[in-house]
Every structure is written in structure tokens, then in C-alpha cells.
């Protein structure tokens, strides 16, 4: 199976197709009186498509009481509080707006204890596995390949675990760390295995300096040493690219 590219005129257009796609699925399941698990992801590119959801749940009635979501990723160590970690960010740009329900939401806890980290990753993975599996999966990238915080050597088969970020991820982090060296060193992840094991996938690539990582994923062979390539062969993946992300393809 090949990754399938729409490629659109920018990041916005690119957005509401996206939330588009994201509250037909909600609806259904809604019409089906079943819930619909999410994957979501945190970063510059998917904030446009929870603005367009936001919206959705305001001016159109959208409701998320059926929505379990879980988090791709969290920094480790990191306090929810602070106002850099991928918990503040989902309050701050979805979760706060609209009608989810609080233990509806998952996010990796950075706040675990060290020697507690290991089962509560398998903990955070079973818990997945036990409502059914991810209907969806919202995908960013990073400039080292990398789909959560799944750095270059990751299996395809990993599951939920804590990984040591790559350099090029703390130093494209460092601005709103306010330097590297605020940039904490490890991160609690959904593994390769469990982003593939998704029944559908999307993966938003917006400007320029995604272009090389993009062109990598989409054109050369699966490698470890490219995570996101091992996206290559999932069966329902779609990457939404602007003309910046798609410019090397
Ligand atoms: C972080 C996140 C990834 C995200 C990536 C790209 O590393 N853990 O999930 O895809 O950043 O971020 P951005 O969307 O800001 O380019």
C-alpha cells in the first residue's frame, strides 16, 4: 500500500478538511450510539483543526460526550501546570472549549514517579487496546522523522514507552523552552505499533522545512532510521501537505 497525498493551497484549507473528516467521524459513531477514540497530536501543525472543531462544537452543535481521546505524547519530566507541556496545550486549544468528559481524556502523565514509568506505560497502551483501539489517528512530524516522540531507531512494533529525545527535536523545542537546556531530555510516547495499529491515520505537513523529512518518508524505504516511513505500509493513511511540505516530492 502507498501513503495517499492530498495536497492542498495552505495550511488552513488543509485544516478544515481535516476537522471535516474528524466530525463526520464523531457523528457517526454518535448515530451508532458507540464511542469514538481518538489519537491526537500536539505541535504547531494540528492547533488550526481543533480551532476548526472548536467552531464546529460552538456554531454547529458538535458534541464530544462520545470522544475518548488519547495523547500521542508528554514531555518527561513534566508538571501538567507548566505551561510547556502537551497537557496545558490540549486544554489551551481544545479540550477546555468543548463538551468532552474529563475522564474521557488521556494524556501521557509526566509527573509519574521514575520507578512507576514502565506500567504506567503499559498501563496507558492496554488502556487503548481495551476500548477497542484508535479509530483515528492525528499525526504532525518532526524534522528527524520522528511521529509522536518516536526518534530515529524506534521499532516498528514499540509500544507505549519513555524515549530519550534526539538533539534536533530539543533544539527545534528551545524557543518555547526558553533555551535548550530547559528542554527536558526524555518523553513518554505511543510507540510506532500503536500509531499503526489505528484504523485510519493523518499526518499534517506544513511549509518548507518539512519538505526533506517528507520526501524521505514518502519516497525512500522504510527505516528505522526515518520512523515515519513504517507509515508507508499502513492501510489508511493520508498525508495532508501544503505546496511547502509537498515541494520536494
Ligand atoms: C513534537 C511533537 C510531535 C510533532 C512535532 C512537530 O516533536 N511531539 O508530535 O509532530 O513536534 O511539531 P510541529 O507541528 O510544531 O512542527
Redesign the pocket.
Known amino acids: 500500500e502507498k501513503i495517499h497525498n492530498v495536497c492542498v493551497n495552505s495550511s488552513s484549507e488543509g485544516s478544515l478538511i481535516v476537522a471535516k473528516e474528524i466530525a463526520d467521524l464523531i457523528k457517526e459513531k454518535q448515530n451508532a450510539k458507540t464511542r469514538c477514540v481518538l489519537g491526537l ?6 492547533i488550526k483543526v481543533y480551532e476548526e472543531l472548536v467552531r464546529m462544537h460552538k456554531e454547529e452543535n458538535l458534541s464530544f460526550a462520545n470522544v475518548v481521546t488519547f495523547n ?2 508528554e514531555y518527561y519530566p513534566m508538571d501538567k501546570n507548566n505551561m510547556q507541556s502537551y497537557f496545558y496545550f490540549m486544554h489551551e486549544h481544545l479540550f477546555n472549549h468543548v463538551d468532552i468528559l474529563p475522564e474521557n481524556i488521556n494524556i501521557p502523565d509526566g509527573s509519574v514517579n521514575s520507578e512507576d514509568l514502565y506500567q504506567y506505560c503499559i498501563d496507558y497502551e492496554m488502556k487503548i487496546k481495551s476500548l477497542g483501539g484508535l479509530d483515528f489517528q492525528l ?4 524534522r528527524t522523522g ?4 518516536n526518534e530515529p531507531g524506534s521499532h516498528l512494533n514499540s509500544g507505549t514507552r519513555s524515549i530519550t529525545l534526539d538533539h534536533i ?1 530539543r533544539v ?2 528551545a524557543p518555547s523552552f526558553l533555551g535548550i537546556d530547559n528542554v527536558p531530555r526524555k518523553a513518554i510516547t505511543m510507540g510506532v505499533g500503536t500509531v499503526r495499529s489505528a484504523k485510519r491515520i493523518v499526518l499534517l505537513g506544513w511549509g518548507i522545512s ?1 519538505a526533506d523529512v517528507l520526501k524521505k518518508t514518502i519516497e525512500e524505504e522504510i527505516t528505522s532510521q526515518v520512523p515515519a516511513t513504517y507509515l508507508q505500509n499502513h492501510k489508511n493513511t493520508t498525508f495532508v501537505l501544503d505546496i511547502g511540505a509537498s515541494s520536494e516530492l
Open positions: 497530536a500536539t505541535g504547531s501543525s494540528p500521542l505524547d499525526l504532525g512530524i518532526g520522528h511521529i509522536g516522540f527535536t527545534d523545542a518539512k
